[in-house]
């Protein structure tokens, strides 16, 4: 295909450093002679697609064998004739040096809005720890020996829900895209408690209403499960405003980003870290620290042209690090995020999923059961919480 080939959006995650997790993962132990079957779904369309390898979590370089991009079919099933082999500048593997990441070439596969892609890595030598997006909330599956063609899915028979060193997905076929929308937040963005490999993420939820008004978009979701605004934790990521740039401002065709986080800077502060020990770091922050981190991200989204909405902070009395003051830093930055003017748009995820009865907790009908998180339903209440003319 031609070098100068505009690519737009498909799909994308934020990647982490290896930790064990939130569920049983490979991220730690890494690949040794094996392949990794991931699947993908996408928000964008196109006649072609390319991947990108992100290795930056690494300490020594990492060989990738060889690489495949097929349209799925079930599990680890791939649709008759759709397998197309990767290559890297025309070679079949690469070579990715630490810190460092590496886009395919293009692969001819047409895909549509809401199609499903399957891309299997296989990796000859050891890896080493793999950088990698914890809560996928989307089945991987790990075979024995390259399995890169494997058309019979049981010899795919370790799992676990999480993404390995697959960061993006980009579509080229078409003009460039100026309208793309990333969710940008940590475990409530991310998708905590929706149903595995069902799509009900509440980025999932607002790209199908967009679709439905005919107004579809790539839809991309940079949450991070525990992420926090103001500090790096080892489990949650690098900090909101240290990965901003990487995960939103980076993207291709970027016109909004809808940001939705502090609640673990307000939660994570108020338990002990000997009982929680992965709740850490957990210093005590003003809502007046919180309020300068939101307005470095409007700040730099704004330097991009970028417009940025303001996800109010849900409820979450009954959780674990629900306190009265806690509560009190809610309701102040919630405050300032509804009438600051410091955003372009509010969606009011608060008031959307409260319930009127308790206001500092969530509704019963949209509360996974942790009283923080919501379940399906409370995500598709968040999708329809935004404003599609702010986006």
């Not at 995650?13 to 993962?25: C, E, M, W």
């Not at 989307?138 to 399995?147: E, F, K, S, V």
């Not at 307000?266 to 020990?277: C, K, L, N, R, T």
């Not at 809502?287 to 042209?305: C, F, K, P, S």
Request: hydrophobic fraction near 45%.
């Amino acid at each position: 295909m031609s070098e100068d080939i505009v690519w737009n959006a498909g799909w994308s995650t934020a990647v982490q450093r290896p930790s064990t997790g939130f569920d049983k993962n490979w991220a730690e132990e890494g690949f040794a002679d094996q392949t990794v079957r991931q699947v993908v779904r996408l928000t964008g369309s196109g006649t072609a697609a390319r991947i990108r390898l992100s290795h930056r979590f690494g300490s020594a370089p990492l060989e990738v064998g060889g690489a495949t991009l097929a349209r799925t079919d079930q599990g680890a099933a791939v649709q008759d004739g759709t397998t197309r082999r990767l290559t890297f500048g025309g070679a079949t593997s690469v070579r990715i040096p630490a810190g460092g990441e590496v886009w395919s070439d293009a692969a001819e596969l047409r895909v549509a809005p809401f199609d499903r892609l399957t891309v299997s890595l296989y990796f000859a030598r050891p890896t080493g720890p793999a950088t990698f997006h914890a809560q996928a909330f989307t089945t991987a599956y790990r075979a024995a020996g390259d399995q890169l063609a494997a058309a019979d899915p049981a010899v795919f028979s370790d799992t676990s829900v999480s993404w390995y060193f697959l960061a993006d997905v980009e579509l080229a076929g078409g003009p460039a895209r100026q309208d793309t929308v990333v969710a940008f937040g940590d475990s409530i963005t991310d998708g905590f408690a929706s149903t595995t490999d069902a799509a009900r993420r509440y980025p999932d939820a607002l790209a199908a209403r967009l679709a439905a008004a005919g107004l579809a978009r790539p839809v991309l979701n940079a949450g991070i499960g525990g992420n926090l605004l103001l500090n790096d934790a080892p489990w949650y990521g690098e900090r909101a405003g240290a990965r901003f740039r990487r995960d939103v401002l980076d993207k291709p065709g970027v016109r909004t980003v809808i940001v939705l986080v502090g609640l673990n800077d307000i939660g994570f502060s108020e338990v002990d870290g000997a009982d929680f020990p992965t709740y850490r770091p957990n210093p005590q922050l003003s809502a007046a620290q919180l309020v300068d981190g939101y307005r470095d991200l409007v700040a730099q989204a704004h330097a991009a042209g970028i417009r940025v909405i303001g996800g109010t902070i849900m409820p979450f009395q009954g959780a674990e690090y629900h306190t009265p003051q806690a509560e009190a830093k809610r309701r102040e930055i919630n405050t300032w995020i509804r009438t600051s003017g410091a955003f372009d748009a509010v969606a009011d995820f608060a008031a959307a999923l409260a319930d009127p009865s308790r206001p500092e907790a969530l509704l019963p009908a949209y509360d996974s059961g942790d009283h923080k998180h919501p379940g399906d339903a409370g995500y598709r209440a968040m999708a329809a919480a935004v404003d599609l003319a702010s986006l």
